[in-house]
């Protein structure tokens, strides 16, 4: 069996085991991450809450494999990703983990179509990425504007591009950190509805930073750091009506 390929029935689609992280600047040393473990089942949305300085953004570039632990393990889809080689860990974010930035980060020289067809290019993703790119900029309600460049759209529509990017790779779990930040609270509530269509239609696993109660209150579980700690681990419990 090849070593990516794990039972989907693995309860826990991302494992944290005493997750450290630690910044020697020479004479000054920051404990950013200071021992955190959880694990994140399949499926569900996780926000990630704490004042600025917290240690949320580092968290998510972790389980992200954007940089690398000081010690501890990170396990994604039954992956160890904690010591990967570089080239590695670039195939594993292409193929589970879809990003979302506050500042969209779009490649301004690239149209919306291009840049929500660029991961799956990176991947060599199989099929129509075409068509599945021109559907996705549809869902996002950016049917009509696939040629348009990043400067002619709007804060809001350039995020929606990119959490079409997000999810061209179809990936397991994606990862937004404030990704309503910069936007207004119509544009912001558009974005939270798009990402929690596709964790409750899709079943993709969600893990969000956020400043915001309203937006956290809609998770299934929060988490909230205070110094690179865990301080609180919730379930949010709702009576349905
Ligand atoms: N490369 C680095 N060198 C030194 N310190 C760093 C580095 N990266 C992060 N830090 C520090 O680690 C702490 C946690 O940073 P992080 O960006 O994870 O916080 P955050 O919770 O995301 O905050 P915010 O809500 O402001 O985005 C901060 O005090 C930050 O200054
Ligand atoms: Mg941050």
């Known amino acids: 069996m090849d070593s990516h390929s794990v039972s989907p029935l693995l309860k826990d689609i991302i494992q944290v085991e005493n997750l450290t992280k630690t910044i020697d600047n020479g004479s000054n040393r920051v404990e950013i991450l200071r021992g955190l473990t959880f694990a994140i089942p399949r499926g569900e949305f996780v926000a990630i809450m704490g004042a600025s300085g917290s240690g949320k953004s580092t968290l998510l570039g972790l389980m992200a494999g954007l940089d690398t632990a000081t010690s501890g393990r990170i396990v994604l889809d039954g992956l160890d990703i904690t010591n990967l080689a570089e080239d590695k860990l670039a195939r594993i974010r292409g193929t589970k983990i879809g990003f979302v930035f506050q500042a969209y980060q779009l490649v301004p020289t690239l149209t919306a179509q291009e840049n929500v067809l660029l ?85 993709t696993t969600l893990v969000l930073v956020t400043h915001d109660q309203q937006i956290a209150g809609q998770a299934d579980r929060i988490i909230a750091l205070r110094d690179g700690a865990i301080v609180s681990d919730q379930h949010i419990v709702r009576i349905e009506a």
Request: glycine share 12%; net charge negative.
């Open 119 to 203: 991961p799956a290019e990176l991947t060599g993703a199989a099929g129509d990425i075409e068509k599945r790119a021109r559907e996705l900029l549809g869902r996002v309600g950016l049917g009509n504007r696939g040629h348009h460049y990043p400067v002619q759209l709007s804060g809001g529509e350039q995020q929606r591009v990119a959490v079409a990017r997000a999810f061209i790779t179809q990936p397991p779990i994606l990862m937004a950190d404030e990704p309503t930040g910069n936007l207004d609270s119509i544009n912001g509530s558009h974005i939270l509805e798009l990402l929690l269509e596709l964790n409750r239609e899709e079943k």
